[in-house]
């Protein structure tokens, strides 16, 4: 079946850190990738998302690529703000538009000043 | 904007008693999923439903059921609560079409 594996947290950066967050998949055929964020007290909200291989998303300063070759998507920020302290999680769906999401763990960031 | 509101942001029920989460969503969307999210397992998948009175299992069912009678609420049922479904509880919602899906603030559930 279909899993996401993200990297183990929590993470700790300062404010204007660079950040990297792993995330890799297993699925059959060509799943939809995506990257969710859930700030402090807040349900999911979408945060990018890419459809297909080489595909780039991109929102508020983050990127992820959908690499087939490696089935990674990882997500990449190159200045992080105080503001993106949440809790990020990387899922996939399956083949069709409204397939059920599988989800991974969820890492914590926490930006300090 | 698409609107999921859930009808609790928090709730305490004793151990044995039969518990109701309610989901309404404002955008008329076909689907609609309960999550429960717990630290370090992430979000796991109770029941989903694609359209009025249609429901299947997710990866978790055990110990819930659903009820959707009307297109925009989705609820989920604990027919007899217990301590290891303390947790958090997460709505969402989906149109047909789309890739996204809209999530509701969260039920913080404590069985006691």
């Known amino acids: 079946g279909n899993s996401v594996t993200q990297m183990e947290g929590p993470v700790t950066l300062s404010e204007e850190a660079f950040l990297t967050i792993n995330c890799t998949y297993t699925?059959?055929?060509?799943?939809?990738l995506f990257w969710y964020v859930q700030y402090p007290g807040e349900g999911l909200q979408l945060l990018l998302k890419?459809?297909?291989?080489?595909d780039k998303g991109s929102n508020k300063g983050f990127e992820a690529t959908y690499r087939k070759e490696t089935t990674s998507f990882h997500l990449e920020k190159g200045s992080v703000q105080v503001s993106d302290s949440a809790v990020y999680f990387c899922?996939?769906?399956?083949?069709?538009?409204?397939?059920?999401?599988?989800f991974g763990k969820g890492i914590t960031l926490s930006v300090r000043p | 904007d698409v609107k999921v509101t859930q009808s609790s942001r928090y709730l305490v029920k004793r151990t044995g008693e039969k518990v109701f989460l309610e989901c309404v969503q404002d955008?008329?969307?076909?689907?609609m999923f309960w999550y429960r999210q717990d630290p370090g397992l992430g979000l796991r998948l109770i029941y989903f439903?694609?359209?009025?009175?249609?429901?299947e299992k997710g990866d978790i069912p055990e110990g819930y059921s659903v009820s959707r009678e009307k297109k925009e609420r989705f609820s989920l049922i604990l027919e007899s609560a217990s301590t290891n479904q303390t947790s958090m509880y997460l709505c969402?919602?989906?149109?047909?079409?789309?890739?996204?899906?809209?999530f509701g603030p969260g039920t913080r559930l404590t069985v006691t």
């Open positions: 955008m008329d969307h076909e689907n």
């Open positions: 969402a919602s989906i149109q047909g079409s789309s890739y996204e899906q809209y």
């Open positions: 699925a059959t055929g060509y799943p939809s």
């Open positions: 890419a459809t297909k291989a080489d």
């Open positions: 439903s694609y359209d009025v009175k249609m429901k």
């Open positions: 899922a996939l769906s399956g083949t069709g538009a409204n397939s059920k999401l599988t």
